[in-house]
């Protein structure tokens, strides 16, 4: 049997190793703390597969400025972490030329068509098919000129098939009756679908890959091995070397040095995300809601209504603000009505997010058998299944199923 050592459990490492085990591959999982609360374990939940935009500073004028000028704004930078963000910044500015969004909104459109069938197979496989809701998502606008001024991306959504129409306060009030009055209009995301528990599908796959077969190795990958020509490997704790047929490289906003280590560049950042959740306000909204204007969003979770939000660049080592977590509740309860916020629970997250929004998917330019699969920024989860297809796909000589070369690292030079 073909032997795959995987570096990092999240949520894209883990539908890695499930993938390759139906696909007749023994695993070998490598984390440095399975348990660890990452973003794997505490986002939003969305399958989130009308998302095809790319982040980008189009037509944002001195909006971020405003941002960055309120201390719990949307989006924050660090001071001590402005010199490394240099260059990620610099690649994010090219995402605006409009021939590169175009592409780029194309290659995850491309990603996101297949990642809801994908992620519902895997569900069913571990036997959590009804751990998944499909009741769209609603973006709700306080003013009907902030859809206006967004036209441009719902019809570049529109011309990839993604099926969305306009709501008014009518309808919105009868599918949302604990949203507050201040909205003009909502536009339904009929494709959306969310889950009950991102924490819950993590820790069962992690069960299944063991039970079939997987093995579980606790350790920090201190770098990648490619000393072998018909092999690759993980060093664990710079003490000893896993080495495989193949080497997945799934570490998240991790990942930049394990990838420079062999000599692959990448523009990667953690974009810190937070989030509270309310366990008594599980049932306050049927699906998940995304608040246009102030660029946060509630999902009703079988543990809880989870509020969350902000893009924080601060590094992988600062501590939390957690500020940040009042904050988006305070948003929460401006909007919600009836929200009952006994036993609230803060989280903050390392969104794995590259400079042109796209994950890197495919074989590493220096070592065939190193394979990267990570920067999935705020589509990880949506994307975690069909990224081990697309991946897997490469080893197996397969057809991809979609066209892989916007994914792979080698965009990067
Ligand atoms: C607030 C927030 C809301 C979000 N909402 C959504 C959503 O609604 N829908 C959606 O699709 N996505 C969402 N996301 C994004 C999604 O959570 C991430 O893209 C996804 O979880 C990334 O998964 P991952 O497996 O790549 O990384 P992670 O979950 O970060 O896992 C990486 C793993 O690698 C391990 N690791 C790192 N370095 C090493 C090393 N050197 N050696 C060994 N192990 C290592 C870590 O311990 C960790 O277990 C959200 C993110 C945030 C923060």
Redesign the pocket.
């Known amino acids: 049997m073909p032997h795959v050592v995987i570096?990092?459990?999240?949520?894209?490492?883990?539908s890695c190793a499930w993938y390759a085990q139906r696909n007749g591959w023994t695993v070998t999982l490598?984390?440095?703390?399975?348990e660890?609360d990452?973003?794997?374990?505490?986002?939003?939940?969305?399958?989130?597969i009308s998302e095809c935009i790319p982040l980008s500073l189009a037509g944002l004028g001195l909006k971020p400025l405003k941002w960055l000028l309120d201390p719990v704004g949307p989006l924050s930078i660090r001071p001590s972490h402005l010199l490394n963000l240099l260059p990620w910044y610099l690649g994010l500015r090219k995402v605006s030329r409009p021939e590169n969004f175009i592409q780029i909104s194309k290659a995850l459109a491309d990603l996101n068509a297949y990642s809801l069938n994908a992620f519902e197979e895997m569900l069913k496989d571990i036997g959590l098919e009804n751990e998944i809701h499909h009741k769209g998502a609603l973006t709700v606008y306080e003013k009907e000129s902030t859809f206006k001024a967004e036209s441009r991306d719902w019809e570049i959504k529109r011309s990839h098939g993604v099926k969305f129409r306009e709501v008014n306060t009518t309808e919105l009030i009868q599918l949302e009756p604990n949203l507050s009055n201040k909205f003009e209009m909502g536009v339904m995301i009929e494709d959306w679908a969310h889950i009950n528990d991102?924490l819950f599908i993590v820790q069962t796959l992690r069960k299944v890959i063991q039970q079939r077969g997987g093995e579980f190795i606790k350790?920090?990958?201190?770098s990648i091995a490619i000393d072998r020509p018909n092999q690759a490997g993980v060093v664990v704790d710079d003490l000893r070397t896993i080495y495989a047929d193949k080497a997945v490289i799934?570490?998240?906003?991790?990942?930049k040095n394990?990838a420079s280590s062999i000599g692959d560049n990448v523009l990667i950042e953690s974009e810190?995300?937070?989030?509270t959740t309310l366990p008594q306000s599980a049932k306050l909204l049927n699906r998940e809601v995304i608040f246009a204007e102030r660029m946060f969003?509630a999902?009703p979770l079988s543990i809880g209504l989870r509020i969350?939000?902000?893009a924080e660049f601060a590094g992988l080592n600062a501590a939390p603000n957690f500020k940040r977590s009042d904050a988006l509740l305070s948003l929460g309860r401006n909007f919600i009505q009836n929200l009952d916020e006994t036993n609230p629970k803060k989280w903050m997250?390392?969104?794995?997010t590259t400079a042109d929004s796209l994950p890197v998917i495919g074989p590493s330019g220096r070592h065939k058998h190193v394979l990267y699969a990570?920067g999935?920024?705020?589509?990880?989860?949506?994307?975690?299944a069909s990224t081990a297809q697309l991946l897997f796909s490469h080893l197996n000589n397969d057809s991809c199923p979609i066209n892989p070369s916007p994914y792979l690292i080698s965009r990067f030079g």
Not at 30 to 34: G, L, Q
Not at 272 to 275: D, E, L, S
Not at 376 to 384: E, M, R, V, Y
């Open positions: 570096a990092g459990a999240g949520i894209v490492g883990l490598v984390d440095k703390d399975f660890g990452r973003a794997s374990h505490g986002n939003a939940g969305g399958i989130a991102p350790g920090t990958v201190t799934a570490t998240g906003a991790w990942s394990l810190r995300g937070y989030n969003v999902t969350g939000g902000a997250g390392n969104r794995p990570f999935h920024g705020h589509l990880g989860l949506t994307q975690s």
